[in-house]
């Protein structure tokens, strides 16, 4: 049976100069009436691992939560999927250092601006923030990752920056970590702490 995924693989096809075709043939028949734009795929390992925690199917809903490979192709995947395309609903996730993307692209898109939520640095800084250090440093430890992270601050780029700041570099110096810890740091969130951008996000859906 066709899935979520499949529409998803299918918009990445088509936003990469595949058909439409397989992508409408599947809106229509999974029912698919929002997507969320999120930059990666470690956005996509939050937003995924909040809607379990909440108890929310979100592809039984008809969403569809899609990462672009980066802010830049906004503009693409709005086209694409918003009013000038299959005409979705289209919401997101994103840095605050490229909320001009988000904006430039949905205004060409013909699409409302106010369901973007901006995250302040990126959303491992504010999940960070939102565990605090202590936190993070457990689940570090619980991960194996926390003599890496000692051997990390010592690095001498890393001299008299703030921990969280550092951390949040720590977590994309490997390959699959910030993604892995995407899931792992929502998981960890107290309830009543979730970062208000995703947080928002979740709630507009």
């Not at 008809?62 to 086209?79: D, K, L, T």
Request: hydrophobic fraction near 40%; charge should be neutral; glycine fraction near 12%.
């Amino acid at each position: 049976m066709a899935d979520m995924r499949a529409f998803r693989d299918a918009v990445t096809s088509w936003a990469t100069g595949g058909p439409d075709g397989p992508a409408r043939d599947l809106a229509e028949s999974l029912g698919v009436r929002t997507t969320v734009l999120l930059e990666g795929l470690s956005d996509l390992a939050a937003v995924e691992a909040l809607a379990a925690r909440r108890g929310r199917d979100l592809a039984a809903e008809g969403v569809c939560v899609v990462p672009m490979g980066g802010a830049m192709s906004v503009g693409r995947y709005a086209g694409l999927l918003g009013p000038p395309g299959l005409g979705l609903r289209l919401t997101g996730l994103c840095d605050e250092g490229e909320q001009d993307f988000y904006e430039r692209g949905l205004t060409r898109a013909q699409a409302p601006l106010q369901d973007i939520y901006v995250c302040t640095a990126d959303l491992e800084d504010e999940l960070i923030r939102a565990l605090g250090m202590a936190r993070v440093e457990e689940i570090l430890r619980a991960e194996g990752d926390f003599r890496a992270w000692q051997t990390f601050q010592r690095q001498p780029a890393q001299q008299g920056r703030p921990r969280h700041q550092q951390v949040r570099r720590f977590l994309g110096t490997k390959k699959g970590r910030k993604i892995r810890y995407g899931r792992l740091l929502v998981e960890a969130l107290v309830p009543d702490r979730t970062p208000p951008p995703l947080d928002c996000l979740l709630a507009s859906l």
